[in-house]
Structure formats: structure tokens, C-alpha cells
């Protein structure tokens, strides 16, 4: 069964610091992988990396996979209150010449003013 | 483009009633996805549909949920009998290919009581 966990499930800091947020997965027939912010309603697309060791950057966000040991990690530096939200990571499969995507559960990120 | 575009936002209902959740994608984009969302199990994907035609409808938890998209514009969730286990964020989205990034609608929020 393909897997794709989370950690840590929820995370809370102040303003200002760096967080780490983990995803690891086990699939047959990896394609990519993403990640995704949700705040109160709508996932909303963050980053989608394909290859190893590339790192991904937007602003304050950065993004990197590891297709060996099959985690990718997301970086956010100087936390904001605008940060807080819950992080999705989905690994894209290849299923029978379609592709579909498996999410984990999420890490529910606090930051505290 | 206004996005992925779901019908109702919210829906309260009594168990034994027949549920019908829409969803108009993004024009233009050949997949179209179904999640359900709960605070248990996160997002799963239900079915979805390439072109209009179901792919892969592994995710639908029992004969109760049934998927219709009668064309690229429109499809619909329908749950008949719904029961109060139901009860989660149903959400819409749609992609140009599946390893490009998903739009994802606002959701339903279904309660089923």
C-alpha cells in the first residue's frame, strides 16, 4: 500500500524562527512529489520537485527531495504569523498509464506572535 | 479563470437523505479529482477522472458514493443513503495532467446528522 507520512504531526514556534517540516513516503511508481498550504479552506500549491538534490525556493519557503532515501524536506526561515497552516506533502504515482496523487495527513504549523 | 468552482459550500443533512455535490474545473484541464477531508484521516482521494473518464475509483468507500462528469464542465459526488460517518470536507480538483499542480475548489463541508 503506498505511504506517504508527515512529520511532525503539528509544530508551534514563534516568529522569527526556522522550521523543518518532514515527509517521507513508500510508493511503487513515484512520479513527483508536492506540497501543498492549507489555511482555512483550499490546499494551495506550493512547490513540485522531480528530481534529487534540486532545491526548490520561493521567498522564505525551499523545498528539497531525496529519491534515495525517499523524504523531501520544507525549510521555512523567518517564520511569519501568516505562516501558520497546515502543510500538505502528496507524492504522485503512476497507475496504469494515469497518475494520481496520495496525500499524508499534514503538520499543522502555529506560530505565535 | 475563477478556479475550480464547487456547489454547495455547505450542506447539513439528515441521514437516509440523498446528498449531490457539483464541480465545475478549471477549463482546459483533462483531470478531475475528488477528496474527502477529515481531522482522522486526512485527504484521500476518492476517484478521478481523465478526460471524463473514470480512472480509478478505488477510493470510494462503499456503493453509497456514486461519481458522474457527463462532460468537461461539470461533475458530481452523490451519496445515497448518506450516513453520519459522511460527514468530512469534500473537495473538487482539477489538474493539466496529473504531475502538473491540482487546483483545488473550496470545498463542501457536509454534515450529516
Known amino acids: 500500500e503506498d505511504k506517504v507520512v508527515q512529520s511532525p504531526l503539528s509544530l508551534v514556534v514563534h516568529e522569527g524562527d526556522t522550521v523543518t517540516l518532514n515527509c517521507s513516503y513508500e510508493v511503487t511508481n513515484f512520479r513527483s512529489l508536492l506540497w501543498y498550504k492549507q489555511e482555512k479552506k483550499a490546499p494551495t500549491f506550493l512547490f513540485m520537485l522531480t528530481s534529487s538534490g534540486i532545491e526548490k525556493k520561493s521567498g522564505r519557503l525551499s523545498s528539497i527531495l531525496d529519491k534515495k532515501e525517499l523524504f523531501s524536506i520544507l525549510n521555512i526561515t523567518a517564520t511569519q504569523t501568516g505562516d501558520s497552516a497546515v502543510y500538505l506533502c502528496a507524492v504522485s504515482i503512476s497507475n496504469f498509464g494515469n497518475e494520481k496523487l496520495t496525500f499524508g495527513t499534514g503538520t499543522r504549523l502555529t506560530i505565535i506572535p | 479563470d475563477a478556479g475550480v468552482i464547487q456547489s454547495p459550500r455547505h450542506e447539513v443533512t439528515e441521514m437516509g437523505q440523498e446528498v449531490t455535490l457539483r464541480c465545475k474545473p478549471i477549463s482546459g484541464h483533462d483531470y478531475l479529482f475528488w477528496y474527502r477531508q477529515t481531522m482522522m484521516r486526512g485527504l484521500e482521494l476518492l476517484i478521478y477522472?481523465?478526460?471524463?473518464?473514470?480512472?480509478?475509483d478505488s477510493g470510494m468507500p462503499e456503493d453509497r458514493f456514486s461519481a458522474k462528469m457527463p462532460n468537461a464542465s461539470f461533475s458530481t459526488l452523490k451519496i445515497q443513503p448518506s450516513e453520519p460517518r459522511d460527514s468530512a470536507v469534500y473537495f473538487c480538483a482539477s489538474s493539466l495532467g496529473v504531475t502538473s499542480k491540482a487546483f483545488f475548489g473550496q470545498g463542501t463541508r457536509l454534515t450529516v446528522v
Open positions: 477522472f481523465n478526460n471524463n473518464v473514470p480512472i480509478d
